[in-house]
């Protein structure tokens, strides 16, 4: 059975699980896969939004090539950024930090033009700015379900089976644990 749309809540029963959906519908199943993944928070200033996957990227790995030899702005707190910036320097020896400030961004050709106090004088230019992002699980059904966590990850065991047994995690959670690049 395919079921479309939003799982507002689980509940786990003596055997399986029930899940809701937004319109008062209820499934029970043996065994539930929560792949719901988590949010990039963007900085609540302005600019961020817009150029997001435009220029402005997190993941070295996805999206670094694309800047090879080329000039790279790195934003974040300057522990996570000097992280970053390693990750990056076999890419680039271009690399400028910032660690604060909106963002203008002038597009022109492939380079930016980045005003980091809007309306300053002299913008950065650059070819792509890489940002380090802290992360939020996109739903709450992990606390609803009370799962035990690791930092901001649900916490599983190899076969991916929460402290909820039946329930299993998957998804880009386990790359934070692998690489710990996303600092969850
Ligand atoms: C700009 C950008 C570029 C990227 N580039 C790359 C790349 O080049 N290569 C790469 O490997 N990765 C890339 N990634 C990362 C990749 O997108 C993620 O690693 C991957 O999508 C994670 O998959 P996921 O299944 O964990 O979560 P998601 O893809 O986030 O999927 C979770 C889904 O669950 C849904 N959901 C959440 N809560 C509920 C609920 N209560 N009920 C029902 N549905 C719900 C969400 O709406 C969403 O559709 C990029 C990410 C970004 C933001």
């Given at each position: 059975?395919?079921?479309?749309?939003?799982?507002?809540?689980?509940?786990?029963?003596?055997?399986?699980?029930?899940?809701?959906?937004?319109?008062?519908?209820?499934?029970?199943?043996?065994?539930?896969?929560?792949?719901?993944?988590?949010?990039?928070?963007?900085?609540?200033?302005?600019?961020?939004?817009?150029?997001?996957?435009?220029?402005?990227?997190?993941?070295?790995w996805c999206d670094g090539h694309n800047y090879k030899n080329r000039k790279i702005l790195v934003y974040g707190k300057l522990?996570?950024?000097?992280?970053?910036?390693?990750?990056?320097?076999?890419?680039?020896?271009?690399?400028?930090?910032?660690?604060?400030?909106?963002?203008?961004?002038?597009?022109?050709?492939?380079?930016?033009?980045?005003?980091?106090?809007?309306?300053?004088?002299?913008?950065?230019?650059?070819?792509?700015?890489?940002?380090?992002?802290?992360?939020?699980?996109?739903?709450?059904?992990?606390?609803?379900?009370?799962?035990?966590?690791?930092?901001?990850?649900?916490?599983?065991?190899?076969?991916?089976?929460?402290?909820?047994?039946?329930?299993?995690?998957?998804?880009?959670?386990?790359?934070?644990?692998?690489?710990?690049?996303?600092?969850?």
């Amino acid at each position: 059975m395919i079921w479309l749309g939003c799982v507002p809540g689980i509940i786990s029963l003596e055997k399986g699980f029930c899940n809701y959906d937004d319109k008062d519908g209820k499934v029970t199943a043996k065994r539930v896969i929560l792949a719901t993944g988590i949010n990039d928070v963007l900085p609540n200033k302005p600019g961020f939004a817009d150029a997001f996957g435009r220029g402005v990227f997190w993941c070295p790995w996805c999206d670094g090539h694309n800047y090879k030899n080329r000039k790279i702005l790195v934003y974040g707190k300057l522990a996570s950024a000097i992280g970053s910036s390693l990750n990056l320097r076999k890419l680039t020896t271009d690399i400028t930090i910032v660690t604060g400030g909106a963002l203008t961004k002038e597009d022109k050709d492939d380079e930016y033009k980045i005003h980091l106090n809007a309306g300053s004088s002299n913008p950065l230019v650059t070819n792509g700015m890489l940002i380090s992002l802290p992360t939020a699980q996109t739903s709450s059904l992990h606390k609803q379900l009370r799962l035990e966590m690791d930092g901001k990850s649900v916490k599983v065991n190899s076969n991916m089976e929460s402290s909820v047994g039946g329930l299993y995690v998957v998804g880009r959670w386990i790359r934070a644990q692998t690489s710990g690049y996303l600092g969850t």
